[in-house]
């Protein structure tokens, strides 16, 4: 039978090629739809993402272990995003992407954190409304050459819609292939997440909204799916069948207190304890839909 090492390690190693290949397709439909040197791009993405997770921790009992390792994964939600595109020959190009503020709700003034009751321009997305993803490099130029402007009109309407299913084939696919991965080390009825009805709910919600559109650019204002990398410490458990082993379980640190369900304060020149008031002291939440 395999060691528990072995089988901690294969895993994490498919998890990061996982991770790998999620990113190429993602890298394939920016550089369709995006101005030349427009990318979501590895090497703006935090170069541990293509290092597989650490095991920080190893508890047994019988039968059932439970390890904890910090790991890159990928996170999504629907949210309303701002296009910049331009004209290039008979098409246009997405040549920058903000999205929606929501600390400010799209309205770039927010209550100042230090003085409350005072409204002052939002620190988030410095009073745009949308935020620039930080891993997103635009391209330096979005200046079309003239002789771009006199060619045929080409249908932003079209454009749009492409991006659009384009995007959602993407989503659906690394869905597919993260399932793949986990058919190999996860029993059946667990999986790390129900993706398969958040990609339905996808499908419905994302859309246009309006756009506006000049001679050579436009904006426009979209749903999309926001794809990003979030690092989180998970908690594995872990069963022999068979003499093979297998994930059963995954529950994630809660964000808050990393895991712990309590913070240190510091008050009166003493130390005391809190307990975490995001996951009131669980310190840990369930990561799949079984
Ligand atoms: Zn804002
Ligand atoms: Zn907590």
Known sequence: MQTLPDFMREFLRAD???RRRSNELERDLWARFGLNGFCFSES???ARSYEPGKMESLQKSEQKVTITSTILGPSCDLTRARFTLVRVKADWRIAGLGYFCRICAGTGRAVSPKE????????????????????LKAPASTA????????????????????LVAQRALVARQVEIANEMWASFAVPQFRPANLATIKRQWDDQTMVHTFNESAEDAVVIATVVRTWQTE????????????????????YACPSCNGTGSY???????????????????????????
């Open 144 to 163: 079309p050459a003239s002789e771009n402007l006199r060619s045929t009109k080409p249908d932003l309407d079209r454009f749009m819609h492409e991006f």
């Open 116 to 135: 409350p009751g005072t409204v002052k321009v939002c620190l988030i997305c410095g009073g745009l409304g949308y935020f620039v993803p930080a891993n």
């Open 16 to 18: 990061q090629e996982l």
């Open 44 to 46: 703006v993405r935090d």
């Open 264 to 290: 240190l304060r510091e008050k009166d020149g003493a130390t005391e304890e809190m307990v975490c008031m995001v996951c009131r002291g669980n310190a840990w939440f369930p990561g799949d839909c079984s």
């Open 232 to 251: 989180s410490r998970v908690r594995y458990t872990v069963s022999v069948s068979n003499n093979v082993w297998w994930i059963t379980g995954l529950e």
